[in-house]
């Protein structure tokens, strides 16, 4: 028999697989044998994938404006990720506590 905590962290990853699966959209027409239509698929970003933003370099440029130059600033995926691992530990600790509430209610 599979751990309390296995059972979360099987139950976590399935919920996780459905908030954060790849989201596939569009429309396709099927007629007589041939078809046309569009398909769109929207992926994660790359993990590695640079975040940049513009920051001012203290020069004056053109009308008297502050020059600006791009500089990274983390990565693309930081904020998603940051909110899957909230999603994660919320999602376990609370399919932990209704097991464990569970098995207490079956020994009573």
Same mark, same amino acid.
């Given at each position: 028999?599979?751990?309390?905590?296995?059972?979360?962290?099987?139950?976590?990853?399935? $919920?996780?697989?459905?908030?954060?699966?790849?989201?596939?959209?569009?429309?396709? *027409?099927?007629?007589?044998?041939?078809? *046309?239509?569009?398909?769109?698929?929207?992926?994660?970003?790359?993990?590695?994938?640079?975040?940049?933003?513009?920051?001012?370099?203290?020069?004056?440029?053109?009308?008297?404006?502050?020059?600006?130059?791009?500089?990274?600033?983390? $990565?693309?995926?930081?904020?998603?990720?940051?909110?899957?691992?909230?999603? $994660?530990?919320?999602?376990?600790?609370?399919? $932990?506590?209704?097991?464990?509430?569970?098995?207490?209610?079956?020994?009573?």
């Amino acid at each position: 028999m599979p751990t309390k905590e296995q059972i979360a962290h099987d139950l976590t990853m399935i $919920y996780m697989r459905n908030r954060y699966g790849v989201s596939v959209s569009g429309d396709f *027409n099927l007629c007589g044998g041939s078809g *046309n239509g569009s398909v769109k698929t929207e992926h994660f970003p790359d993990v590695f994938e640079p975040q940049y933003e513009k920051v001012g370099t203290g020069e004056k440029g053109i009308f008297g404006l502050e020059k600006k130059e791009k500089v990274q600033s983390g $990565y693309v995926a930081d904020d998603l990720l940051e909110e899957m691992t909230e999603t $994660y530990l919320h999602t376990y600790h609370r399919l $932990y506590q209704m097991l464990c509430e569970r098995e207490a209610a079956e020994t009573i």
